[in-house]
């Protein structure tokens, strides 16, 4: 979540093409620290129960590192609660679990709803639980179904980010989807590496060096798609700015999720 030392130029890029977001703290990060060490520890032969335990200790000592901002608070909550209910094996469904962290939240912080961050967090998260299946099968109606599935997450959140952006920024981003298919799966390299060498360079600076030239493969190229759709033509298309624009969004993405739903029901 440190971005002090991102150029201004690549900072602009990322805005443009929709890939802020991965240079914050959010819950796919969470989701890659804990998926890392239940993957890892079964692989290992670790029993379940301690398994959850590392995980949880694991994600505690995250929130630490990253600092526990209100975006971060809210996936560690979610991702506490997931493990929760997978230690007594009665599994928490999504909304349900981003409900309870939500609200939890801003009864310690209310004036956490007022964090740009926080805010995109929460609505990022209810899109793709919503949203991303619904979409899916729509667009496997025209394209195969795994293609289908890829293209409806970034899809699903922009539409649900889109009106809170809005706020700041009143413009469209043209190739949001197209850049977050290429460049979210280069993600999950750059922040294990990159969490690895925070953990290493105050004990082995020279391992430390090694891991973070290999996050720097991943973070490259998230860099260069970024640079490469923030410089094709009208990579922003104008919007409506003020509550005219931040209610046309809501409009536009409520249309999308009727219609959505709507192609589902029997």
């Known amino acids: 979540g440190d971005d002090r030392a991102v150029p201004q130029s690549l900072g602009d890029a990322m805005r443009s093409s929709s890939l802020t977001h991965l240079t914050a703290v959010s819950g796919a990060n969470c989701a890659i620290v804990v998926g890392a060490v239940m993957v890892g520890g079964a692989l290992m032969g670790v029993r379940r129960r301690w398994r959850i335990i590392g995980a949880l200790g694991v994600l505690a000592a995250f929130v630490v590192l990253v600092t526990p901002q209100p975006s971060v608070v809210r996936a560690a909550v979610m991702a506490a609660f997931a493990l929760g209910g997978l230690a007594v094996a009665r599994p928490m469904r999504g909304l349900p679990l981003l409900s309870i962290a939500v609200v939890g939240i801003l009864v310690a912080d209310p004036w956490a709803s007022r964090e740009l961050g926080f805010v995109l967090s929460a609505f990022a998260t209810t899109g793709l ?3 991303s299946s619904p979409l899916a099968r ?7 179904h ?3 599935m890829a293209i409806s997450i970034p899809l699903a959140a922009q539409l649900a980010c889109q009106p809170a952006i809005a706020v700041i920024d009143a413009s469209l981003p043209t190739y949001g989807v197209v850049a977050n298919l290429l ?3 280069a993600a999950p390299l750059a922040t294990v590496a990159g969490l690895l060498a925070c953990l290493a360079a105050p004990v082995l600076p020279v391992l430390a060096g090694g891991l973070a030239w290999l996050a720097w493969l991943p973070s490259s190229w998230i860099g260069g798609v970024a640079m490469t759709f923030s410089g094709m033509p009208a990579a922003r298309l104008p919007w409506p700015d003020g509550l005219a624009g931040v209610g046309l969004y809501a409009l536009v993405a409520l249309a999308v999720a009727c219609i ?3 192609l589902l029901t029997p």
């Not at 729509?138 to 195969?144: G, Y």
Request: charge should be positive.
């Open 138 to 144: 729509v667009l496997a109606f025209v394209m195969p």
């Open 146 to 148: 795994r293609l289908a």
């Open 129 to 131: 639980l919503v949203l």
């Open 260 to 262: 959505a739903l709507g």
């Open 183 to 185: 460049a979210v799966p």
